[in-house]
Structures are given as C-alpha cells and as structure tokens.
C-alpha cells in the first residue's frame, strides 16, 4: 500500500469522467488500498480515484463514525463502476467538503437515500441502500466519477469565489 498525491482543484482531471474498469483484479485492488490508506491519512470519509489522478470509476467510503479508545474503526467499502440505481423524494442537506477543495464547507442539498450497484473488492456485483451520512457520501464520490464537483451544487456567486481562491492560490505557487 502507499499514500497517494490527492489532486487539487483547479486541476483540470477533477473535472474528467473516468472510465470503467473492466473487472476488479490485482491491479484494481491496489488502487483500492492506496485509495483507503490516502483517504485515511488525510483524513477524509471518501475518495474518488481521479482525485489521485487515476481516472478509473473507483471509490472509497467510510462513513462510519465509530471509535475504540479514540481510535478510529476501519470499515472501508470499496467501490467499483458504483451507479445509483433509485434516490427518495426526501432530500437532506448536509455540510460538504472535499480533499480536493480543503477547508472549504458549504451546505449542499441532495436526495436522503439512495441504492447504488457496484462490485465489491472481490469483483462480486452487489447493491446497497444507503441513508443519512452514507447516501451523501457516496452520491459525491459518484458525482466525482462523472467530473462533477459538490461546488456545482452551491450557488454560482459562492463557487466562482471558491475556484477563484484555488486559482490564485495555484499561480502564487507556480511562481513561487
Ligand atoms: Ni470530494
């Protein structure tokens, strides 16, 4: 396993969308555990694999929120070419944020549940309902597959402030 280079907005392959992987093998599998460590020392609660640079329909998530003595509880789920399947009427809102955005939090409005199809680390096809925290997380993992960013999900004036900070910010430090 090794930590991987998240990218960081502007980059342009944030907003590329990625292919599918053709069956879930050795190689796959590495980039899954590289995705779950990168994710976990950063630390974060989901992670695509174009925001490594790797533009394959892959995903982590861990939206658990267990602990033992402060410890955080592993409980990875690995995604491979995930595809929402069925959302709810009922939509949540919940504060976002993005390890390819960092320190920028913003409310964002999506449906409450969701299944998603996908195969597992074994390559095994299977289908999950998710709800609360989870069907927040993995509906921006998958946004992150299509090229899509939750910024697109805030208000025009807020996501022009955003891009334009990470563009400043990226120009001072190519000139730097
Ligand atoms: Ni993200």
């Known amino acids: 396993m090794a930590l991987r280079e998240i990218i960081i907005l502007p980059d342009k392959r944030l907003r590329q969308v990625c292919e599918p992987v053709k069956t879930v093998d050795d190689q796959v599998r590495a980039l899954m555990d590289d995705m779950a460590e990168t994710m976990y ?3 974060g609660v989901g992670l695509a694999a174009s925001q490594i640079a790797v533009m394959k329909r892959v995903a982590v998530v861990d939206a ?6 402060g410890e955080r509880v592993k409980n990875p789920i690995f995604f491979a070419n995930p595809e929402i399947t069925w959302v709810s009427d009922e939509m949540a809102e919940y504060e976002e944020g993005c390890l390819s955005i960092p320190e920028f939090y913003e409310l964002v409005e999506r449906p409450a549940g969701c299944r ?3 195969l597992d680390y074994k390559g095994k096809n299977r289908e999950i309902e998710c709800e609360g925290l989870m069907a927040t997380v993995i509906q921006h993992e998958i946004d992150h597959l299509n090229g899509v960013l939750f910024i697109d999900h805030i208000s025009k004036l807020k996501r022009d402030m955003v891009v334009k900070k990470f563009s400043k910010a990226k120009k001072r430090e190519s000139a730097a």
């Open 64 to 69: 658990s929120r267990d602990e033992d003595e």
């Open 41 to 43: 020392d950063a630390p």
């Open 116 to 118: 998603v199809s996908y």
